[in-house]
T-cell receptor
Framework: GQNIDQPTEMTATEGAIVQINCTYQ??????LFWYQQHAGEAPTFLSYNVLDGLEEKGRFSSFLSRSKGYSYLLLKELQMKDSASYLC????????????????FGAGTRLAVHP | NAGVTQTPKFRVLKTGQSMTLLCAQD?????MYWYRQDPGMGLRLIHYSVGEGTTAKGEVPDGYNVSRLKKQNFLLGLESAAPSQTSVYFC?????????????????FGEGSWLTVV
């Protein structure tokens, strides 16, 4: 089976740092994605990890440990516009069905940034 | 640069009515997907397609049908709408030749279609 867990809600203060965790159990692994989704809008791509370690992209960083089935998204210097849902998604392997790039999403973490 | 376009954006249906959601992408992507998003449940895969003329079931396919007659279009049909199908529907597409692992090979989403079944 496949399961992706992340906290439902988090709050943080403008200018602070917040870490959103994601744990996963999947039948195959071919990369982990983080997406940002503002209310009423489509998800937009933030980051991608396929090897262990940290990927940094401006104020956002994402970490992956494949042996632990664990990832986190780190947001620094929080801004009010960072208030959104953050979706963790794992790309699974399905060689027989051809769904090689099938993304399975977690339920998302709703982040509220306060002044 | 349109990307992924969904129509209609909003629709209200009566129970038992049928309708089709259209998704079009202009990026020459092979893979296309239909997801539904409900509060507290994240995005769930309904059906997907790995190329023109192919379709496959996702996590929650019941009550839906799809067709991929042209590479750029992926249609999602509801033959007999039910209130449980009230949701936000997202179409998505990606390139994916199957083995390339790079950040550019990600999934691009349409802007969503809000469907209410009364």
């Amino acid at each position: 089976g496949q399961n992706i867990d992340q906290p439902t809600e988090m709050t943080a203060t403008e200018g602070a740092i917040v870490q959103i965790n994601c744990t996963y159990q999947t039948s195959g692994f071919n990369g982990l994605f983080w997406y940002q989704q503002h209310a009423g809008e489509a998800p937009t791509f933030l980051s991608y990890n396929v090897l262990d370690g940290l990927e940094e992209k401006g104020r956002f960083s994402s970490f992956l440990s494949r042996s632990k089935g664990y990832s986190y998204l780190l947001l620094k210097e929080l801004q009010m516009k960072d208030s959104a849902s953050y979706l963790c998604a794992v790309r699974g392997l399905a060689p027989l069905s051809g769904g090689y790039n099938k993304l399975i999403f977690g339920a998302g973490t709703r982040l509220a940034v306060h002044p | 640069n349109a990307g992924v376009t969904q129509t209609p954006k909003f629709r209200v249906l009566k129970t038992g009515q049928s309708m089709t959601l259209l998704c079009a992408q202009d990026m020459n992507h092979e893979y296309m997907y239909w997801y539904r998003q409900d509060p507290g449940m994240g995005l769930r895969l309904i059906h997907y397609s790995v190329g023109e003329g192919t379709t496959a079931k996702g996590e929650v396919p019941d009550g839906y049908n799809v067709s991929r007659l042209k590479k750029q279009n992926f249609l999602l049909g509801l033959e007999s709408a039910a209130p449980s199908q009230t949701s936000v529907y997202f179409c998505a597409s990606c390139l994916d030749p199957g083995t390339e692992l790079h950040s550019g090979n990600t999934i691009y989403f349409g802007e969503g279609s809000w469907l209410t079944v009364v």
